[in-house]
């Protein structure tokens, strides 16, 4: 993935903390404010928390990062892609994606609601295959 063609197809500007930021996203998945904290201080060892959590909510105002909360955790970030449901394993604490699309699968639901619907959440929680062993 281009960072930056990326970064420009959202008409943001494509500044070096903001590609280490999604790299460091990318790598990671889903990855919360304090762990992307700990790893942008490597590159950029100056960057105040103030700084990070600017740039974190530029990139989810235009939708090109997505929050996503997590029941009794801190909130992790990730780059937005296809709809998904979340896993998450209560023992590891591991988070997966899961293809899934909700606001599909819930068409009717949400059309009695009348609202525009532009996130379902939804997180299974549970003992991934890993630790089922
Ligand atoms: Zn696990
Ligand atoms: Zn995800």
Do not use: W
């Not at 490597?42 to 990070?52: D, Q």
């Not at 970030?77 to 899961?98: F, N, S, T, V, W």
């Not at 525009?116 to 929680?125: L, R």
């Amino acid at each position: 993935m281009n960072y930056q063609n990326l970064l420009q197809k959202y008409q943001l500007k494509a500044t070096p903390q903001r590609m280490a930021i999604i790299a460091l996203m990318q790598r990671a998945g889903h990855i919360s404010i304090d762990e992307l904290f700990y790893l942008i201080r490597e590159i950029f060892a100056s960057i105040s928390l103030a700084t990070l959590y600017k740039n974190i909510h530029t990139m989810m105002e235009v939708s090109l990062i997505r929050e996503v909360k997590v029941p009794g955790m801190k909130s992790k970030y990730e780059i937005e892609k296809q709809p998904h449901a979340h896993a998450l394993c209560k023992r590891c604490g591991e988070l997966i994606d899961i293809p899934f699309d909700s606001i599909q699968l819930l068409k009717n639901t949400i059309q009695e609601s009348n609202y525009i619907a532009d996130e379902v959440s939804i997180v299974i929680s549970g003992i991934c295959p890993k630790c089922q062993k």
